[in-house]
T-cell receptor
């Protein structure tokens, strides 16, 4: 099956710093989503981005489908950005998502 | 009210007991999923259903069963719980047909299950 690798596994940032999280996948996909799991366990969808670039406030994401990777950018990080960020991919609209193991982000004041 | 709800939110049980976790949604979505999360392993798919008459096994279905009672309800059962089924369980929904082909998944709050 399709493999999803996220890096780095752990990241510690000072408040206000910028960061880039990476997601590599082993096969072509037409479904790619980024999620944030907050420290209380809630999973929130950040982006649906099988290709191209999207921005939402301080967060943006870029997927280069031909090179099989996606990047999540967090600018001016805040303590509320802490948690685990997951990338998930699917080959088609009728195949379920496969999740990476996540990047655990800790933003310290 | 939350769009995707899970009950119970926490459950402690003993080895060999039958357990049912329930998921309800008010989003009107056709697709529903059950995932399991273990520390350091991300989320792994247990079962999924694309409509009321459709049930599919996921990556780790052994030891689990599901029932799709209605569009809005999808239950996960552990017939005889064992300690390595201790985990955080999530239900999720999606519906690309309602969202112009975008298959965004929406998660419930999770159920923390401990099997002693």
């Amino acid at each position: 099956g399709i493999q999803v690798e996220q890096s780095p596994p752990d990241l510690i940032l000072q408040e206000g710093a910028n960061s880039t999280l990476r997601c590599n996948f082993s096969d072509s996909v037409n479904n790619l989503q980024w999620f944030h799991q907050n420290p209380w366990g809630q999973l929130i969808n950040l982006f649906y981005i099988p290709s191209g670039t999207k921005q939402n406030g301080r967060l943006s994401a870029t997927t280069v489908a031909t090179e099989r990777y996606s990047l999540l950018y967090i600018s001016s990080s805040q303590t509320t950005d802490s948690g685990v960020y997951f990338c998930a991919v699917g080959r088609s609209g009728n195949t379920p998502l496969v999740f990476g193991k996540g990047t655990r982000l800790s933003v310290i004041a | 009210d939350a769009d995707v709800t899970q009950t119970p939110r926490n459950r402690i049980t003993k080895t060999g007991k039958r357990i049912m976790l329930e998921c309800s949604q008010t989003k009107g979505h056709d697709r529903m999923y059950w995932y399991r999360q273990d520390p350091g392993l991300g989320l792994r798919l247990i079962y999924y259903s694309f409509d009321v008459k459709d049930i599919n096994k996921g990556e780790i279905s052994d030891g689990y069963s599901v029932s799709r009672q209605a569009q809005a309800k999808f239950s996960l059962s552990l017939e005889s719980a064992i300690p390595n089924q201790t985990a955080l369980y999530f239900c999720a929904t999606s519906d690309p047909g309602l969202a112009g082909g975008v298959d965004t998944q929406y998660f419930g709050p999770g159920t923390r299950l401990t099997v002693l």
